[in-house]
């Protein structure tokens, strides 16, 4: 049931260094020196991440004696089912200073980390005898914060750009009845349910008939342009009825009023990047929400309905 799979651990969650990332950390690659030593550097200390579009900062405080110099290996902890391998880096600086390093991520993975002091770079010097405690975060999403208006038609708004190129530029025409008033909220309703049905597609925006060409014109998208009033178009972004999406969980709002809001509120998080609203009765007395710093597969389940923002 959904109460069990959105408390999913950080283990089901798959992460892997951006190339950039990868090849700046084994350029300076050191493996830790296990030798005997008489005076080790104490375990780095009060390590804490800040998250950054499209990067995780790390930041520490030195043990090593003031005045030494000192190196840092940090483990980024890769989780793949099957591949529990890790990436050592080193970072050098001046003893008895706090250390800040900033790595280049992937949005919509997990990464874990921590540390060890030595007392000189390289294979040799006296090496911590622990890790640090493990920390792990994710990055911040490269599209902006969210339209803020996700559930409803937005009418006279236009999403320009992001067009998914798997269709001739993520565009597809719905025909129009000659003679005929089209209504546009159902040609609305039609484009939402091609974005619901295609999986990169984020967003959608509906030009209306007479505008590019005499019939409506359907554009989807793979992430949430900024919006733009006009009122050549309708758009709005992906809602998927009597689904849920387990596990990923950043933050839980209970109670929540209805799914508009849970879907709101993930808007507003610039953290997250899909929810799911649970109806009352089918996890607790009252509505969840829960927003999610990634994307989970899609459960069919007429206890939820979920949606992706970013």
């Given at each position: 049931?959904?109460?069990?799979?959105?408390?999913?651990?950080?283990?089901h969650?798959?992460?892997?260094?951006g190339?950039?990332?990868?090849?700046?950390?084994?350029?300076?690659?050191?493996?830790?020196?296990?030798?005997?030593?008489?005076?080790?550097?104490?375990?780095?200390?009060?390590?804490?991440?800040?998250a950054?579009?499209?990067?995780?900062?790390?930041?520490?405080?030195?043990?090593?004696?003031?005045?030494?110099?000192?190196?840092?290996?940090?483990?980024?902890?890769?989780?793949?089912?099957?591949?529990?391998?890790?990436?050592?880096?080193?970072?050098?600086?001046?003893?008895?200073?706090?250390?800040?390093?900033?790595?280049?991520?992937?949005?919509?993975?997990?990464?874990?980390?921590?540390?060890?002091?030595?007392?000189?770079?390289?294979?040799?010097?006296?090496?911590?005898?622990?890790?640090?405690?493990?920390?792990?975060?994710?990055?911040?999403?490269?599209?902006?914060?969210?339209?803020?208006?996700?559930?409803?038609?937005?009418?006279g708004?236009?999403?320009?750009?992001?067009?998914?190129?798997?269709?001739?530029?993520?565009?597809?025409?719905?025909?129009?009845?000659?003679?005929?008033?089209?209504?546009?909220?159902k040609?609305?309703?039609?484009?939402?349910?091609?974005?619901?049905?295609?999986?990169?597609?984020?967003?959608?925006?509906?030009?209306?008939?007479?505008?590019?060409?005499?019939?409506?014109?359907?554009?989807?998208?793979?992430?949430?342009?900024?919006?733009?009033?006009?009122?050549?178009?309708?758009?709005?972004?992906?809602?998927?009825?009597?689904?849920?999406?387990?596990?990923?969980?950043?933050?839980?709002?209970?109670?929540?009023?209805?799914?508009?809001?849970?879907?709101?509120?993930?808007?507003?998080?610039?953290?997250?990047?899909?929810?799911?609203?649970?109806?009352?009765?089918?996890?607790?007395?009252?509505?969840?929400?829960?927003?999610?710093?990634?994307?989970?597969r899609p459960?069919?389940?007429?206890?939820?309905?979920?949606?992706?923002?970013?």
């Open positions: 049931m959904t109460g069990s799979n959105h408390r999913a651990g950080w283990r969650r798959v992460s892997a260094i190339a950039a990332a990868f090849g700046a950390l084994m350029a300076g690659a050191i493996s830790p020196a296990f030798g005997a030593c008489s005076d080790r550097p104490g375990t780095p200390t009060d390590v804490k991440t800040e950054g579009v499209g990067t995780i900062t790390l930041s520490w405080h030195d043990t090593t004696h003031r005045g030494e110099g000192s190196c840092h290996d940090i483990e980024i902890l890769r989780t793949i089912p099957g591949d529990d391998r890790s990436v050592t880096g080193g970072v050098c600086l001046r003893g008895a200073t706090d250390g800040r390093h900033t790595i280049n991520v992937a949005f919509g993975q997990e990464y874990c980390f921590r540390i060890k002091a030595r007392t000189r770079a390289g294979t040799q010097g006296c090496v911590s005898a622990q890790w640090s405690n493990k920390i792990c975060d994710s990055a911040l999403p490269p599209s902006g914060p969210g339209v803020g208006r996700v559930s409803d038609l937005m009418r708004v236009d999403l320009p750009g992001s067009d998914i190129p798997e269709r001739p530029d993520g565009r597809v025409p719905l025909p129009v009845d000659a003679g005929t008033t089209p209504n546009i909220d040609l609305a309703e039609d484009c939402r349910g091609l974005c619901n049905q295609q999986g990169r597609c984020v967003a959608w925006t509906l030009v209306k008939p007479g505008v590019q060409e005499p019939n409506a014109v359907c554009w989807l998208k793979h992430q949430i342009p900024a919006p733009v009033e006009s009122a050549c178009c309708t758009s709005g972004t992906k809602v998927v009825a009597n689904t849920d999406m387990p596990g990923m969980d950043i933050r839980r709002i209970a109670p929540s009023l209805n799914a508009e809001d849970c879907e709101k509120s993930c808007a507003r998080n610039r953290r997250c990047a899909t929810w799911t609203f649970v109806k009352p009765g089918a996890l607790e007395q009252s509505a969840v929400c829960f927003l999610k710093g990634a994307l989970s459960v069919a389940n007429n206890c939820c309905t979920s949606g992706r923002v970013r």
